[in-house]
């Protein structure tokens, strides 16, 4: 009796019904959801055409969060059975997956429809300090441009600020590594993603044509947001 | 290999066997060493400009629908191939040494053991997808036979098993990057083995028997994000067994797989 009591209990046979999930996160597993777009797909036409937008978020972004979520519910479980090869073994998925998931739901803030401010300049206190680091804002784009045309195989191109240097930085990231692997102290203020499904299917092989183009439809309002609060 | 050096009339040489470089075929004459010698800086004479060419799949550009189709051929291999190809000659010309390396010499020393020059990610790619159109034939697929067969079940359990251990290399490869099966010398077995961007197993000394491009490019077109459809598409409809067995005679000349079966009389 005791025994079919503890099977009724066990995480297993939880997981798939939705009191499952209430009792997983009551013991502290959050799991994540795809955040929406703030504009609809078409919205960015005909700079990134609605195609890739809704192939990129409902596919790409989405197989990152449902495998996000599937390997921290097996950390969770490796980390409770005390199993530490699994839990390092687990590493990579999450580093993959979670960084994906990170990636493009910044991504998505980092563009805006024209209509909405897509493609306009920042202006205070970033707009002076890309003047001051890059020389000027055409400047920023051209080398955010090299570094995205010489990135050899995916990745992203990153503006970021160090907030403990209070600098601006440009860097690039393999695969789905989160710009915070290539320094603890960095935060993402706009992201280029450069792997090619994010725009194969309308720029083909011309990766500079879309390095271009994106600049038409960058959120600077988001990064300014975001550079404020962090040189506050 | 499509090297500047290739294929005289005099020369059998199965296209077949890809792995060739024209050196072997001209009885070990090192025509590369020739060219040492900058002729156009001498003589003045008109600039060689050429020196890796972009070789033809073995079959025209539609012969491998509706698993790949026509437009993806002209994509990955009229303009990206070709754009390698390119881009490899340009960097040659500013290079007298890699100049007159073979190409697989020069995949090797590019690579610079994991420090990888410039030049490599070019060079690799061009043999890269050499070696994939070569991979592939029109109605492919189905099984390899005899010696080839039996190697596989003897290193992988069975050929089922080999084809799961393929697909699980290609989903669970992050970003772009090849399949491989490829003989290791050291081990003498066969092996899948994946490989980030351009990398392929000939930095490490071992024989590739057949790849596959998990590159997105490779894919996107005909199946959008669906890399599952498309790998197994490739080992039920495309790879091609003939080659890849013509690839595993010649590697056996290279390492020995086993005692010959020597009959008693």
Known sequence: ?232 | MGSFCFHTSAVPSSHLLSGTDCTYGLGGLKLGNLRKIPFSRTHKASKVLAFYGLKKPPYKLDALEPYMSKRTLEMHWGELHRGYVEGLNKQLEQNDILYGYTMDELIKATYNNGNPLPEFNNAAQVWNHNFFWESMEPRGGDMPKLGLLDQIEKDFGSFTNFKEKFVDAALTLFGSGWVWLVLKRQERRLEVVKTSNAINPLVWNDIPIINLDVWEHAYYLDYKNDRAAYVKNFLDHLVSWDVATARMIRAEAFVNLGEPKIPVA
């Open chain 1, 1 to 232: 009796m005791a025994l079919s009591l503890r099977n009724l209990v066990s995480r297993n046979s939880l997981a798939p019904l939705p009191i499952g999930r209430l009792l997983l996160s009551t013991r502290g597993l959050q799991t994540f959801s795809l955040p929406d777009l703030p504009y609809d797909y078409g919205a960015l036409e005909p700079t990134i055409s609605g195609e890739i937008m809704m192939l990129h978020h409902q596919k790409h972004h989405q197989t990152y969060v449902t495998n996000y979520n599937k390997a921290l519910e097996q950390l969770d479980d490796a980390m409770n059975r005390g199993d530490p090869s699994t839990v390092v073994k687990l590493q990579s998925a999450l580093k993959f997956n979670g960084g994906g998931h990170i990636n493009h739901s910044i991504f998505w803030k980092n563009l805006a429809p024209v209509n909405e401010g897509g493609g306009e300049p920042p202006r205070g206190s970033l707009g002076w300090a890309i003047d001051t680091d890059f020389g000027s804002l055409e400047s920023l784009k051209q080398k955010m441009n090299a570094e995205g045309a010489a990135l050899q195989g995916s990745g992203w191109v990153w503006l970021g600020v160090d907030k403990e240097l209070k600098r601006l930085v440009v860097e690039t990231t393999a695969n789905q590594d989160p710009l915070v692997t290539k320094g603890p102290s960095l935060v993402p203020l706009i992201g280029l993603d450069v792997w090619e499904h994010a725009y194969y299917l309308q720029y083909k092989n011309v990766k500079p044509d879309y390095l271009n183009n994106i600049w038409k439809v960058i959120n600077w309002k988001y990064a300014s947001n975001v550079y404020e609060k962090e040189s506050a």
